[in-house]
């Protein structure tokens, strides 16, 4: 695990790069829903010396040191309006923070996990990049996206894994994902009942794997302002 002072830093680093790649429409209708008029992603790197992955989950993470954050802030649509390019590195885990405004400017992504009747309807995907899972590895350096909310927002606790949500998750890409470009997306899915208990830590990239509808999905967009898709694109420094 690398300790990096500031997410700055890794602004130097050739080769690890999140840029972006066009679709194959100028223009998409994405599914923002729920009230939803603008959205935030927050990712900011974790580092610590007891951090690190095991199978489909990681280990240290309540004694780990967060350093900078960086925003990337979607409109109506689900497209990015600024922070569209920013630097990750494939060993360095980064929590990721949903924010959601409504048409007041009242945040309103705790709507997700109001309680947990209120949390059994949704849940948060990373799709489209067919990562090689870390459980998959035998020396754990595949990709993890761990949704990790301990408590919904009425102050009750979260029963553990499968009643996770992921507005707050961690994310790790992993050395085995190295050296390919992979398109990725930001999705909350709203579930029909009794789905999310079958969802595991493993089926973070397979939402339309359960019944239900996406409720949000972010984008990024070019400076041609054609839609875009996340790529994350990285190799061994």
């Not at 829903?33 to 240290?60: C, M, P, W, Y």
């Not at 923070?97 to 209120?118: C, M, P, R, Y």
């Not at 990049?129 to 595949?142: K, P, Q, R």
């Not at 992921?166 to 994310?171: A, E, H, P, R, T």
Request: hydrophobic share 35%; charged share 25%.
């Amino acid at each position: 695990m690398k300790n990096r002072s500031t997410l700055g830093m890794l602004a130097g680093l050739a080769g690890v790069l999140l840029f972006v790649s066009s679709c194959s429409k100028d223009e998409e209708t994405l599914p923002v829903k729920e009230g939803i008029q603008r959205s935030e992603l927050i990712l900011t790197e974790v580092s610590g010396e007891g951090l690190s992955a095991h199978g489909d989950h990681f280990h240290g993470l309540d004694a780990g040191v967060e350093g900078e954050s960086i925003t990337i802030k979607f409109d109506e649509s689900g497209k990015a309006t600024s922070g569209g390019h920013l630097h990750l590195e494939s060993d360095a885990v980064y929590k990721i923070a949903l924010k959601t405004w409504d048409h007041t400017g009242k945040e309103v992504q705790d709507n997700f996990i109001a309680s947990k009747s209120a949390a059994d309807s949704y849940k948060a995907f990373l799709v489209g990049g067919n990562f090689t899972l870390n459980a998959a590895t035998e020396d754990e350096s595949g990709a993890i996206f761990q949704p990790r909310e301990k408590k919904y927002a009425d102050g009750s606790d979260v029963g553990g894994a499968l009643e996770t949500t992921g507005i707050l998750s961690y994310f790790i890409i992993g050395h085995t994902n190295e050296g390919a470009t992979k398109k990725v997306k930001y999705v909350v899915r709203k579930l029909k009942a009794g789905e999310k208990e079958k969802i595991t830590r493993s089926d973070w990239q397979t939402d339309t794997k359960f019944e239900g509808e996406n409720v949000l999905e972010l984008l990024l967009k070019s400076t041609r302002k054609k839609v875009m898709i996340i790529n994350l694109h990285y190799s061994i420094i």
